[in-house]
């Protein structure tokens, strides 16, 4: 979820730090009262490819097999030249999402909450029967795909959120959220050379510690997939092609470093992940949109040929480290 210049101002504090806005719908999926009910044909995921918190909703959405129950619309990478902070249904034919019928994501924002003044964020799951906005806690969201959406996961689905490791998936997806996930925004926004380092530093010494960590685990916690590595995922994925050069995260790419970069080859070649990672779009958005390009370079703006020489589908020999094939506990 990229930011535009005017809007950053809000969301950083008085020393430069960039504190990214908080969720207005936050609203569980549940049976319990005042929760959303979990209905197949009900819901529509709205996500951006280039946007790590959608891509993992997406992700955990396919390999759990909850494609023909909650249907999907996409906003295109780069963000409408209007005067607001907004994103468009570009992609769909007449410029409107085919199911809502709007051509801009505030529209179903502004329909829900008529006063909302908030950026328009994705990943926002829309009620269709009520033609509004019930959730954009996107840090949620995953977690309620794999517990409330259970009965209708697809046979076989895994176990990406077992209960045995809740308490600690939580503890490490919360670290992870705060110094890489979020960490790459604060460096990318910061404004204030102070910020920026401190920011880096914690960037760069939480992937060295996930580096080491991951020499003797297949996966974050062991042989398995769980919802942890989805949330890593996304953003070590646009590292390298983005955040590396647009962000100022240029320490290290994540090809340099020998476990961090077979892990992700690792989750890349696994259905649901590379498939649903589009890296020229996430190049277009990160390197061309007016509100990040170039660090506030005005005019015509450059799409960068490279890195061209990143094979995520060269082999990475995870296996041995797990001595397993299967990469899903099911």
Not at 292 to 313: F, H, M, V
């Amino acid at each position: 979820m990229a930011e535009v210049n005017q809007e950053i101002p809000k969301e950083v504090d008085g020393k430069g730090k960039f504190i990214r806005q908080g969720n207005r719908f936050s609203t569980p999926f549940g049976d319990g009262e005042g929760e959303l009910p979990v209905e197949a044909g009900r819901y529509r995921l709205i996500w951006s490819e280039i946007c790590p918190w959608a891509h993992r909703t997406v992700i955990v959405r396919r390999v759990l097999g909850l494609e023909d129950v909650i249907s999907l619309g996409t906003v295109a990478p780069l963000r409408p030249k209007i005067e607001r902070v907004d994103w468009e249904f570009a992609l769909d034919e007449g410029n409107k999402d085919p199911i809502l019928g709007i051509q801009y994501l505030s529209e179903i924002y502004l329909n829900t909450e008529p006063d909302y003044e908030g950026r328009p964020t994705v990943p926002v799951v829309v009620d269709l029967k009520e033609q509004k906005v019930v959730n954009n806690d996107y840090f949620r969201l995953t977690n309620y795909f794999e517990t409330a959406w259970k009965p209708f996961h697809k046979e076989g689905a895994p176990n990406l959120y077992p209960e045995h490791l809740r308490e600690e998936i939580d503890e490490l997806s919360e670290v992870i959220y705060h110094e890489v996930n979020n960490g790459v925004y604060k460096c990318g926004f910061a404004r204030s050379q102070e910020a920026y380092e401190e920011s880096y530093d914690i960037l760069f010494a939480r992937l060295d510690q996930l580096e080491e960590r991951l020499s003797t685990n297949r996966f974050l916690f062991g042989d398995y997939i769980t919802d942890a590595d989805v949330r890593l995922y996304t953003t070590l994925a646009r590292f390298d092609v983005a955040y590396y050069n647009a962000f100022k995260c240029n320490r290290n790419m994540i090809v340099d470093f020998p476990n961090l970069w077979g892990y992700l080859r690792d989750l890349y070649q696994t259905p649901g992940f590379g498939d649903t990672t589009n890296f020229e779009a996430i190049k277009i958005h990160y390197h061309l949109s007016n509100h990040i390009a170039s660090n506030d370079q005005k005019g015509e703006t450059i799409l960068p040929k490279g890195p061209n020489n990143i094979d995520y589908n060269a082999p990475h020999n995870r296996e041995t480290i797990s001595g397993k094939k299967e990469k899903f506990l099911v």
